[in-house]
């Protein structure tokens, strides 16, 4: 049974930094896609990042680019979000995600298969 959890959410103040891990267990994210999302409420759920092993290439939302990144640790199977500079606006729910799909869209959560129980950020002073 394929399970994915996340961990390391929490408060941060504007402009500090969080980094978001999510442990997979009966899978191997080593071959598969991995992705973040996050969501507010009332409004529906958005991509944040996503790392297609497929085809090498690691997509961000515009809202974060240059200050998220996504990245692997194929040793412990987890994957990672570093999130830096982070402002109120960053403030959610936080999902990770894999899928069976070669190269699902990146931003489309239809193409996602294995989903994490969320995890809280909040960021604000």
């Known amino acids: 049974q394929v399970k994915v959890v996340e961990s390391g959410g929490g408060l941060a103040q504007p402009g500090g930094s969080l980094r978001l891990s999510c442990a997979a267990s009966?899978?191997?994210?080593?071959?598969?896609?991995i992705g973040w999302f996050r969501q507010v409420p009332g409004k529906e759920r958005e991509g944040v990042s996503c790392d297609i092993e497929y085809d090498g290439r690691t997509y961000y939302a515009d809202s974060v680019k240059g200050r998220f990144t996504i990245f692997r640790d194929d040793d412990n199977n987890t994957m990672n979000l570093q999130m830096d500079d982070l402002a109120p606006a960053d403030t959610a729910v936080y999902y990770c995600a894999t899928s069976l799909r070669e190269q699902p869209e990146c931003f489309n959560l239809q193409g996602w298969d294995f989903w994490g129980q969320g995890i809280q950020v909040t960021v604000s002073s």
């Open positions: 009966g899978y191997s994210l080593k071959y598969y896609a």
